[in-house]
């Protein structure tokens, strides 16, 4: 299992920020995957996750509404689409596997992280 973030970087409060996760190594249209975070001094926390055809998804109620997840199985690509920033949403990003039929946290499998601060 290869995952590799990117797109992370400093943002400003109220901006946006797509990341990216391209995977390999697995069968990625079989499988849900996810995004989880961790911030400084706080525990791996799930934001967000999408089943493998792409038509269930799940949020953290501390994102809904701003972060979209979405996949693309014919690039073995993952993205996340965050708006409305906030500084509280400042974290390593990680993409992660999941199993066939579900997204089980902590994740098994995930990537080195993209880092995304939302500051002035």
């Known amino acids: 299992v290869h995952l590799v973030e990117s797109g992370g970087g400093l943002v400003q409060p109220g901006g946006s920020r797509r990341l990216s996760c391209a995977a390999s190594g697995f069968t990625f249209s079989n499988h849900y995957m996810a995004w989880v975070r961790q911030a400084p001094g706080k525990e791996l926390e799930s934001v967000s996750s999408i089943s493998s055809g792409g038509s269930t998804t799940h949020y953290a109620d501390s994102v809904k509404g701003r972060f979209t997840i979405s996949r693309d199985n014919a690039k073995n690509t993952l993205y996340l689409d965050m708006n409305s920033l906030k500084t509280e949403d400042t974290a390593m990003y990680y993409c992660?596997?999941?199993?066939?039929?579900?997204?089980?946290?902590?994740?098994?499998?995930r990537g080195q992280g993209t880092q995304v601060t939302v500051s002035l």
């Open positions: 992660a596997k999941g199993d066939t039929f579900y997204y089980s946290h902590p994740p098994t499998a």
